[in-house]
């Protein structure tokens, strides 16, 4: 039998908020001070191993869909594995899913951000709900009355998996469907009709070639009326207690988020129910549409974070050479890079997170500018982070009992869904161009104090904001990938150490893009590389 030697502990149990400076600093900056106890115990919950375990749980044992009852009644149900559900239980008790509006209060968006930040590192798949739960509660609130009979339920902290109409439950989750088979980033392709039922109520009827976790509560779909595409709460039960006409006809078969189910279905005169006003339903889900962005941001910086805690722990503890791998000199390089990658996205995020707590025009202006470019660069900057982290495990990073695999499947899937890359970036020039005050607010955003190390990306990036080529879409990636390397290098300079606010402007502001590891002489690369090591 052979020796197990040189392999490192599993990085379990640790707590993922008390051990992550950068995270703890960066949530009590944007005024979550309060839930300063709240997250490091939920980071405690997380981050034991029999927690861990159910993320990879979850993944290994995907949703079932069950079209037909044993007697061959149409049901559309899908099955989850029971971590999947304990994975909710814990995320609801957390109030993950609509905290901020269940109980508002300054710094309720970030102390939410934070804890998702945490959860989405042990497990990304039940994130999906989630968002989409947290991101309706404004898009529902169009309908005052249809809010007063939802809300008290989506508030609700006890997660209740049972498929019963919304009265008989304790929680509801809230999903959406807009994408169809002929286009998703144009949703003004939409065919799904909807035709009034002479009672205030709709019937639609159509597809979505996306409509993911299937068993939340209610959807807000997309549909054409007479007047044109409008906005509609669909509940998979109807008011009298039936299945309401929501027909999955399969489910995904996805390259990660295996944990999550993502559906293909069919109304055939499923009612539903008009948010906001008819016409009007591109503007009315849009609102969603900011705050699951901004969870895609957050929720890819959480995976960078996972992917760095794994690479460093191990490390820390494998040698090669003689010497530990961290102590090797182009594996601190590595490192080092990952670790700026990571904390410049972990602050940015954090820092838009705010913005959702503030009401006035300058907040409002970020949140609708920052959201889209934060989205694209953060969730690019994740696959390639993630497969840097791998390979720092070397071949153990290829296996699937490290979570390494499913961090890199899961990676590119914030990118493509709500606004893919391209589309968030025409969504910045948009909002830029019609926000009168939005280079302004962009301008005082960007003021690094006269800062040496960036003031010549930021005057040129200042520039270019305000000329009329910033309208030129072919160009719309550089511009916003510019400002997002921009509002991170302030925010670093503002609020990181030295060595890490030293090795972004030197490594970032060329273009770059290549490979990590890639960092100039001269940097304190071991101070970087310390401060992302997650303490046990
Ligand atoms: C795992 C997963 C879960 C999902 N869950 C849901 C869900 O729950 N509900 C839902 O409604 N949808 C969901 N989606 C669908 C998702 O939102 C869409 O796939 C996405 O919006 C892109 O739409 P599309 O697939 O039709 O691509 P297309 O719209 O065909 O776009 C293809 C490519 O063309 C680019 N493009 C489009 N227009 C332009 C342009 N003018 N200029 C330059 N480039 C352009 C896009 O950026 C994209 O890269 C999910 C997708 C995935 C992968």
Redesign the pocket.
């Known amino acids: 039998m052979f020796d197990v030697t040189n392999q490192p502990p599993p990085l379990e149990p640790y707590n993922p908020f008390a051990s992550d400076a950068v995270l703890r600093a960066a949530a009590m900056r944007e005024g979550a001070e309060w839930a300063d106890a709240g997250l490091s115990a939920l980071g405690a919950t997380l981050g034991k191993p029999e927690t861990i375990q159910l993320g990879f749980d979850a993944n290994k044992y995907p949703p079932v869909l069950r079209s037909f009852d044993r007697y061959g009644h149409r049901i559309d149900e899908v099955d989850f594995h029971p971590a999947w559900h304990e994975l909710m239980a814990i995320a609801l008790r957390a109030g993950l899913h609509s905290s901020p509006w269940a109980d508002p209060k300054p710094g309720a968006h970030v102390a939410r951000a934070a804890g998702t930040y945490l959860l989405n590192q042990v497990e990304s798949g039940v994130y999906c709900p989630l968002a989409m739960t947290y991101g309706s509660v404004p898009t529902l609130r169009h309908a005052p009355t249809i809010a007063a009979a939802w809300l008290p339920k989506i508030f609700g902290r006890d997660y209740d998996p049972r498929f019963r109409p919304v009265r008989d439950k304790s929680s509801a989750l809230i999903?959406?469907?807009?994408?169809e088979n002929q286009?998703?980033?144009?949703l003004r392709t939409n065919t799904t009709r909807a035709e009034p039922a002479g009672d205030g109520s709709f019937r639609l009827t159509g597809h979505?070639w996306?409509?993911?976790a299937p068993m939340c509560d209610a959807f807000l779909v997309l549909a054409q009326t007479p007047k044109g595409l409008s906005c509609f709460l669909m509940p998979r039960w109807t008011p009298d207690g039936e299945r309401n006409d929501v027909r999955i006809l399969r489910l995904k078969d996805?390259l990660g988020?295996k944990s999550n189910a993502?559906s293909e279905v069919e109304f055939e005169g499923g009612f539903a129910q008009l948010i906001g006003e008819e016409s009007r339903g591109i503007p009315t889900v849009i609102e969603m549409a900011n705050y699951t962005r901004l969870d895609c941001a957050i929720g890819s910086a959480a995976l960078m974070r996972q992917a760095l805690a794994q690479a460093v722990h191990h490390a820390r503890h494998r040698s090669a050479f003689q010497k530990k791998l961290i102590d090797q000199p182009l594996m601190e390089n590595v490192l080092a890079d990952l670790s700026l990658e990571t904390e410049a996205a972990t602050m940015l995020a954090l820092r838009l997170a705010r913005a959702y707590d503030e009401s006035d025009e300058a907040a409002q202006i970020i949140r609708r500018v920052v959201t889209p470019a934060a989205k694209f660069w953060i969730c690019k900057r994740t696959p390639a982070v993630t497969f840097e982290a791998m390979e720092v495990l070397g071949g153990s990073g290829y296996i699937e009992e490290s979570i390494m695999p499913r961090l890199y499947r899961e990676a590119p899937?914030n990118s493509?869904?709500?606004?893919?890359?391209?589309?968030v970036c025409?969504d910045v020039l948009r909002a830029i161009e019609r926000l009168p005050h939005a280079a302004d607010v962009l301008r005082r955003e960007l003021d690094d104090g006269g800062d040496a190390r960036l003031r010549a990306f930021t005057d040129s990036l200042q520039q270019r904001l305000q000329s009329s080529e910033r309208n030129d879409e072919s160009q719309a990636r550089a511009l916003v990938r510019d400002l997002v390397l921009a509002l991170q290098a302030v925010l670093l300079v503002k609020h990181a150490p030295a060595a890490v606010a030293d090795a972004f402007c030197a490594s970032r502001f060329g273009g770059g893009g290549g490979a990590f590891g890639t960092l100039p002489r001269g940097l304190e690369l071991r101070a970087i590389v310390q401060r992302a090591t997650p303490l046990t």
């Open positions: 999903g959406m469907a807009m994408t286009g998703g980033s144009d979505k996306f409509m993911s996805k988020n993502s899937v493509i869904w709500e606004g893919s890359g391209n589309i025409l």
